[in-house]
T-cell receptor, first 116, second 112 residues
Framework: GAVVSQHPSWVICKSGTSVKIECRSLDFQATTMFWYRQFPKQSLMLMAT?????????EQGVEKDKFLINHASLTLSTLTVTSAHPEDSSFYICSTRTGWGTDTQYFGPGTRLTVL | RKEVEQDPGPFNVPEGATVAFNCTYSNSASQSFFWYRQDCRKEPKLLMS???SGNEDGRFTAQLNRASQYISLLIRDSKLSDSATYLC?????????????FGTGTRLKVLA
């Protein structure tokens, strides 16, 4: 399957700061990447779909001005949590879509964000 | 009603047991189905796709019942290493055909 990396794997920050998370597709060019959020004991919830060279598509209820997504190349998408607050503490996971076969998604290892 | 529903468990089973999980989905137009495995504090990893005719991969068997809109996963001869959360995933239809919709997962604990 496809290989996806995320950086950082965990981050602790103070309330009000901004945090950038990188998602890289290592072995194929991903025109589409997805950003998910998972709170403890809950399911993964899609936040937004990131398309290379165009604006991200956000799911209902996700603030686009708070969660800035940039997909400037076929191998890199970034999610910036602006002015983070404790309620933003979560597990953020990206995935890439292969676009072939069963169109499987492969997930990055996730970034655990803790906002103090 | 949730789009994808699973029994959260936990299912506690002894090593060597056979265990089955079910998942129901609400959108009859859904086209693709998957089982993912997620270990604690890790990302989901694809276990297997689910095909209409049913499919098997070693000790794992997946079934799809379109008429009743449910998917199942059977694990035979459970190993300690099978302990994880199993996520039922349905790929969207219509304008959101590429989107994954996740169930909340079913926790499995295999006991020695």
């Amino acid at each position: 399957g496809a290989v996806v990396s995320q950086h950082p794997s965990w981050v602790i920050c103070k309330s009000g700061t901004s945090v950038k998370i990188e998602c890289r597709s290592l072995d194929f060019q991903a025109t589409t990447m997805f950003w998910y959020r998972q709170f403890p004991k809950q399911s993964l919830m899609l936040m937004a779909t990131s398309n290379e060279g165009s604006k991200a598509t956000y799911e209902q209820g996700v603030e686009k001005d708070k969660f800035l997504i940039n997909h400037a190349s076929l191998t890199l998408s970034t999610l910036t949590v602006t002015s983070a607050h404790p309620e933003d503490s979560s597990f953020y996971i990206c995935s890439t879509r292969t676009g072939w076969g069963t169109d499987t998604q492969y997930f990055g290892p996730g970034t655990r964000l803790t906002v103090l | 009603r949730k789009e994808v529903e699973q029994d959260p468990g936990p299912f506690n089973v002894p090593e060597g047991a056979t265990v089955a999980f079910n998942c129901t989905y609400s959108n009859s137009a859904s086209q693709s189905f998957f089982w993912y495995r997620q270990d604690c504090r890790k990302e989901p990893k694809l276990l297997m796709s689910v095909y209409s005719s049913g499919n098997e991969d070693g000790r794992f068997t997946a079934q799809l019942n379109r008429a009743s809109q449910y998917i199942s996963l059977l694990i035979r001869d459970s190993k300690l290493s099978d302990s994880a959360t199993y996520l039922c995933v349905v790929k969207g239809s219509g304008s959101g055909t590429y989107k994954y919709i996740f169930g909340t997962g079913t926790r499995l604990k295999v006991l020695a």
